[in-house]
T-cell receptor, first 110, second 115 residues
Framework: TQLLEQSPQFLSIQEGENLTVYCNSSSVFSSLQWYRQEPGEGPVLLVTVVTGGEVKKLKRLTFQFGDARKDSSLHITAAQPGDTGLYLCAGLGGTYKYIFGTGTRLKVLA | GAGVSQSPRYKVTKRGQDVALRCDPISGHVSLYWYRQALGQGPEFLTYFNYEAQQDKSGLPNDRFSAERPEGSISTLTIQRTEQRDSAMYRC?????????????FGEGSRLTVL
């Protein structure tokens, strides 16, 4: 069974602080996505990483795919209240099945 | 349509009743997924369709759960003889291609409450 564990589970920080969210698995994924979900809505895609070691930047967000394609991280610089939400990683396995991580709930205080 | 549409948005039913949840994906999207999501947690995979073919149903909890997508567009997730443990948010997502790193577009979900 493919599992994706995210850490931390909860994170409450002040505006302007930096943070990193981790997504770890013992399984290899062909690609990995990060989504953000706001209350009452469905997850929305932030980024897809495909190549081991790949780094992608989206404004203040930096995403990295591990060399072995088993793990990923999301780093947010100078967090803002608008970054508040549930962050989810999702790994693509061999049968087009997207496995979602356990989730990280982020709250950024003004 | 402009986005993935799910109905009903809210369903309250009594234990033992059957329920049908509908998903209307984005027009032209080949792949369709059903997930179940507990509050504050990641979506749990239930089943996946490529056009009308159900290619993976490994996440369906038991044989009370079934899904179909007969014409490769609208899909229905049916839960027979509902139990209280079936209470959850059920989310549908569609993707343009046949898996392969495509973006998943999620509907707003159907919240099921079994009394």
């Amino acid at each position: 069974t493919q599992l994706l564990e995210q850490s931390p589970q909860f994170l409450s920080i002040q505006e302007g602080e930096n943070l990193t969210v981790y997504c770890n698995s013992s399984s290899v994924f062909s690609s990995l996505q990060w989504y953000r979900q706001e209350p009452g809505e469905g997850p929305v895609l932030l980024v897809t990483v495909v190549t081991g070691g790949e780094v992608k930047k989206l404004k203040r967000l930096t995403f990295q795919f591990g060399d072995a394609r088993k793990d990923s991280s999301l780093h947010i610089t100078a967090a803002q209240p608008g970054d508040t939400g549930l962050y989810l990683c999702a790994g693509l396995g061999g049968t087009y099945k997207y496995i979602f991580g356990t989730g990280t709930r982020l709250k950024v205080l003004a | 349509g402009a986005g993935v549409s799910q109905s009903p948005r809210y369903k309250v039913t009594k234990r033992g009743q059957d329920v049908a949840l509908r998903c209307d994906p984005i027009s032209g999207h080949v792949s369709l997924y059903w997930y179940r999501q507990a509050l504050g947690q990641g979506p749990e995979f239930l089943t996946y369709f490529n056009y009308e073919a159900q290619q993976d149903k490994s996440g369906l909890p038991n044989d009370r759960f079934s899904a179909e997508r007969p014409e490769g567009s609208i899909s229905t997730l049916t839960i027979q003889r509902t139990e209280q443990r079936d209470s959850a948010m059920y989310r549908c997502a569609s993707s343009l291609g046949q898996g392969g790193s495509g973006e998943l577009f999620f509907g707003e979900g159907s919240r099921l409450t079994v009394l």
